[in-house]
């Protein structure tokens, strides 16, 4: 059986200390018997409402392999665990190798963020070149301002 943990993590513990506290919730599943399936880290998100006066958390998701046992040490874990403000633990039938549907959103941003940059590039690129050219010939601005206001050079 497979089991969905997703977790909030206190917003004022850094994101180094975030993946510490994943790394050793790991190791107490695969000391448990139990193995990851899915490793998630979904970064400093807005909460629905205020926990602990607290408006944002790093969230995580973990989907492990295992025993009804792995999910009650998963569980107690996070619980005495003060860093953690919230948790839901719930098992699921199916396994998808595709990322979690917040993580494809936010792949399919930072792909189109990364197409505006080399659009942007390619058209500061073309400005370069257009300036380089008038640089080294400068009667080709003559020339451009003729062709633009429709005379031709004769």
Request: glycine content about 4%; charged content about 35%.
């Amino acid at each position: 059986m497979y089991y969905e943990t997703v977790f909030i993590v206190n917003p004022d513990v850094s994101q180094e200390n975030t993946e510490v506290l994943t790394n050793e919730l790991v190791e107490k599943i695969e000391k448990a018997g139990a193995r990851i399936v899915k490793r998630e880290y979904w970064g400093v998100r807005p909460l629905a409402y205020s926990i602990q006066k607290r408006n944002r958390g790093h969230y995580a998701l973990l989907v492990t392999d295992g025993a009804a046992e792995v999910a009650k040490l998963i569980d107690e874990s996070l619980r005495l665990d003060e860093r953690i403000l919230r948790f839901l633990t719930t098992s699921i039938t199916e396994l998808s190798d595709e990322p979690s549907p917040l993580l494809r959103r936010r792949s399919t941003a930072a792909t189109e963020e990364s197409q505006a940059e080399v659009e942007t590039k390619a058209e500061e690129t073309k400005a370069e070149e257009a300036t380089d050219a008038t640089k080294a010939d400068p009667t080709a601005e003559e020339k451009t301002a003729k062709e633009e206001s429709g005379e031709t050079a004769a």
